[in-house]
């Protein structure tokens, strides 16, 4: 996802995990515009990542991508005002498209 989206020419940047995603928000210069996220993290839950996501910038977009999801989850992440919600695969261009609409 990180090749296509700098492909594409957008500033792609990485986290491993949930606490590296909310060091990058934290930065007061990170120019971050848009958070995709998996909703299976590592180290954190990304519901919960996404309460904090919303606590720190509450009009960020946030895209979610999953290969397996329960439906409470899907409404829990809707709760919290996540743009967009995916099942993997995801099609490159709507991926692109999903970006481009969280952008506006």
């Given at each position: 996802?990180?090749?296509?989206?700098?492909r594409?020419?957008?500033?792609?940047?990485?986290?491993?995990?949930?606490?590296?995603?909310l060091?990058?928000?934290k930065?007061?210069?990170?120019p971050?515009?848009?958070?995709?996220?998996?909703?299976?993290?590592?180290d954190?839950?990304?519901?919960?990542?996404?309460?904090r996501?919303?606590?720190l910038?509450?009009?960020?977009?946030?895209v979610?991508?999953?290969?397996?999801?329960e439906p409470?989850?899907?409404?829990q992440?809707?709760?919290?005002?996540?743009?967009?919600?995916?099942?993997?695969?995801?099609a490159?261009?709507?991926?692109?498209?999903?970006v481009e609409a969280?952008?506006?």
């Open positions: 996802m990180t090749r296509i989206l700098v594409e020419g957008y500033l792609a940047l990485t986290a491993e995990t949930g606490r590296d995603a060091g990058f928000l930065t007061p210069l990170s971050i515009d848009v958070v995709i996220l998996d909703l299976h993290l590592p954190v839950s990304a519901i919960d990542l996404c309460a996501i919303r606590e910038h509450p009009d960020m977009p946030i979610v991508w999953s290969g397996e999801a409470s989850e899907g409404a992440l809707l709760e919290l005002g996540v743009h967009r919600y995916f099942r993997k695969p995801v490159v261009d709507e991926l692109l498209a999903t969280a952008l506006l």
